[in-house]
């Protein structure tokens, strides 16, 4: 695909994201699609053959671009206290954000019993999700930079309550204490007194 025909892809893509936050997955029509990015049917076909297909590539973005640059600094010895804190600073935003949550449309899109069981998604993002995570707690475990604790155990805590503070932000506010709290607890179980 030429370069100006990717563009037009992650346009499309950032424009349904958009609308998969504000409306869930249910209440996305190409038509919204078509009017927000300013493509004709035809344009927006050309690219992508329906809503549920543009939400996938969006949600396995999600998860495969934080692993890439997790690995990425891996790789390149970045110290895992760095690593960390980079991760859990987005997580806290992302948290408190959730004019930009697609947590209600991606449990409306998974929920659906149209979707394969089968060929599930968001099993495989939770286990790209999860094997970034161990493999960056393992690294810090290796450089001593980390406690000795159980990396898929961290992961759960973690993971879980993120997905959950998003949810419930559509349904109430959230004080901005609560994600300082998770995250706190997090740093808590990772890191020794001294670092």
Known sequence: MSMKGEKTKQDIREKACQLFAKKGFKEVTMHDICKLT???RGGLYRHYESVEQIFLEIA???????KHEVCAKIEQRIPATVILKELLSKYAREMMDCENSISLAIYEF???????KEDNSVKKQYEISKS????????GIDTKEFKRVNPEAVFHVL????QGVRMYSRLMK???????QILH????LLLSEEV
């Open 38 to 40: 300013g493509l004709s």
């Open 159 to 162: 993971i879980f309550a993120y």
């Open 60 to 66: 396995h973005a999600f998860s495969d671009q934080q």
């Open 185 to 188: 607890e997090i740093k808590r």
């Open 174 to 180: 959230i004080d901005h204490t609560v994600p300082a």
């Open 110 to 116: 998974y929920s659906n019993p149209a979707i394969s």
């Open 132 to 139: 970034t995570w161990i493999a960056l707690i393992n690294y």
